[in-house]
């Protein structure tokens, strides 16, 4: 039996559907569980991470757990002593590539992730355990309002456009997941996930046209002008400004690149097949 966290997020699903079509006994920790909306067999139970007595119960009988940094939040560590008290013998932590930055530098802290929590928590919690640490999902270009932006003409209005990010497809993560969780081969390890080219905004857009047949360019708009658009559309200030910091401290200069999930899996995605298995998402 694997516990998943955050089962019903971006990488969180993809992991509990791999694990269910291996035929493993999947235990989903929903905060919603009646709108979960998971394959048939696997168990989805309500409780909330963050609060770890509410899942309890549902860490019995599990060999190994899946840590989200957002749906455990502060309780990271709260949660890791539990699940060794109950009988878990792995936990696998989702983590960022940009956990040794400032905390202040990691913009997702700003919208719940604990990153460095969760990587802390599973590594001194004396149990079996690996951290994932992901570099920038290829979704986030949705996420960021791109999809949008193209169905509405040929231009891509943002920030920075030649700050570059290594994309990378959410599958490949999970599926590097259900290996961390399965198999013995990542054991105490903290493992860097990126997609196999550094890209920048401009290249992204680019790419994205190239698949659904139209000559998309990326135009640069200033900093204050997107932060305003930002803080207007709900995001939190300190997000805003932690994002934009980091793209600008960051052009010029290529993203990380590693070849861990290829080693991990003997093949990866890149960024333009993940565009071209989304391309629904930016055609009219």
């Known amino acids: 039996m694997i516990i998943v966290t955050g089962a019903t997020g971006t990488v969180g699903r993809r992991l509990v559907e791999l694990l269910a079509a291996q035929g493993i006994r999947v235990r989903a920790v929903s905060r919603s569980p009646e709108s979960a909306a998971l394959p048939a067999g696997v168990e989805v139970v309500a409780g909330d991470p963050a609060w ?12 190994a757990a899946f840590l989200h940094p ?11 002593e539990l699940a060794g008290k109950r009988g878990v013998r792995r936990l696998v932590a989702l983590s960022a590539i940009n ?3 400032p905390l202040a530098a990691q913009p997702s802290r700003f919208r719940g992730d604990r990153n460095k929590e969760a990587e802390q928590a599973v590594a001194d919690s004396g149990l079996e355990w ?3 640490r992901a570099s920038s999902f290829a979704s986030n270009v949705v996420q ?3 999809d949008t932006q193209i169905r509405a003409g040929d231009v891509v209005r943002g920030p920075f456009a030649e700050f570059a990010e290594s994309p990378l497809h959410e599958d490949d993560i999970a599926a590097v997941a259900a290996h961390a969780l399965l198999t013995d081969d990542l054991l105490s390890r903290r493992v860097e996930l990126t997609g196999p080219q550094s890209l920048t905004h401009a290249d992204m857009v680019r790419m994205i046209g190239e698949v659904i047949g139209r000559p998309l360019r990326y135009e640069e708009v200033p900093a204050a002008v997107v932060r305003q658009g930002m803080v207007a559309r709900g995001f939190p200030e300190d997000f805003v400004d932690s994002l934009l910091t980091r793209y600008a401290d960051g052009v010029g200069q290529a993203a990380p690149v590693t070849n ?3 080693k991990i899996l003997g093949s990866t995605r890149n960024f333009a097949e993940w565009a071209a298995e ?3 998402a930016f055609r009219n």
Do not use: C, K, N, Y
């Open 260 to 262: 861990d999930v290829e």
């Open 144 to 146: 960021s309002g791109w």
């Open 130 to 132: 690996v951290s994932l």
């Open 70 to 80: 957002r749906a455990v939040g502060d309780a990271a560590f709260d949660f890791a």
């Open 52 to 63: 770890p007595d509410t899942v309890a119960d549902a860490l019995d009988g599990a060999a």
């Open 99 to 101: 956990i040794d930055d």
């Open 278 to 280: 989304h391309a629904a």
